[in-house]
T-cell receptor
Framework: KAGVTQTPRYLIKTRGQQVTLSCSPI?????VSWYQQTPGQGLQFLFE???????NKGNFPGRFSGRQFSNSRSEMNVSTLELGDSALYLC????????????????FGNGTRLTVT | AQTVTQSQPEMSVQEAETVTLSCTYD???????LFWYKQPPSRQMILVIR??????QNATENRFSVNFQKAAKSFSLKISDSQLGDTAMYFC?????????????FGKGTLLTVNP
């Protein structure tokens, strides 16, 4: 079974631009979460989608948004990029079911490395 | 809000030896889950071991085991017979149980180097 696929793997953008990152979950997984990883702040939760609905949201400005499609694929968008948005963006998928995240733990992709210049 | 603290930014161990990584957390929740993930240079986060808070028995997965002390809010990871492939960043993570919550709160990580 294919794992979580994130595209692109690397991205370089200029301040003020916007960017869209893509995540294809494991087949059958309906929950997709996004995390930002930086050396200073570590791993921080961005948001989580389930059946095309955002269920949870972290403490990020409105420039960060996401969506999920009917096939469970997800995209996240960052508008008006700032230097501080440079980070590794990780996507994780899960198969929600009985037992919650213990029995259906998160499976992560390899991430998209975003560099803002 | 929950916090997770990993007090050891870096650790090293000789191949075949045992090493313990520390993790403490702060929460007012009574039911939750704890996880250890590893992140090798390939960047992919891989689940190492998981623990439900209401289970007193410590979880074990092959060479990996945890020491879960609920009252002390401590969740340490022991790696036995360390292998070169264990070299990675290790993250301790917390998740509330119940409802539709799938948010992980991570510690800052411990970089483990296994030396030949």
């Amino acid at each position: 079974k294919a794992g979580v696929t994130q595209t692109p793997r690397y991205l370089i953008k200029t301040r003020g631009q916007q960017v869209t990152l893509s995540c294809s979950p494991i087949s059958g997984h309906r929950s997709v979460s996004w995390y930002q990883q930086t050396p200073g702040q570590g791993l921080q939760f961005l948001f989580e989608y389930f059946s095309e609905t955002q269920r949870n949201k972290g403490n990020f400005p409105g420039r960060f948004s996401g969506r999920q499609f009917s096939n469970s694929r997800s995209e996240m968008n960052v508008s008006t990029l700032e230097l501080g948005d440079s980070a590794l963006y990780l996507c994780a998928s899960s198969l929600p079911g009985t037992g919650g995240p213990y029995n259906s733990p998160l499976h992560f992709g390899n991430g998209t490395r975003l560099t803002v210049t | 809000a929950q916090t997770v603290t990993q007090s050891q930014p870096e650790m090293s161990v000789q191949e075949a030896e045992t090493v313990t990584l520390s993790c403490t957390y702060d929460t007012s929740e009574s039911n939750y889950y704890l996880f250890w993930y590893k992140q090798p240079p390939s960047r992919q986060m891989i689940l190492v071991i998981r623990q439900e808070a209401y289970k007193q028995q410590n979880a074990t997965e092959n060479r990996f085991s945890v020491n879960f002390q609920k009252a002390a809010k401590s969740f340490s990871l022991k790696i036995s017979d360390s292998q070169l492939g264990d070299t990675a960043m290790y993250f301790c993570a917390f998740m509330k149980s119940g409802g539709s919550n799938y948010k992980l709160t991570f510690g800052k990580g411990t970089l483990l180097t296994v030396n030949p």
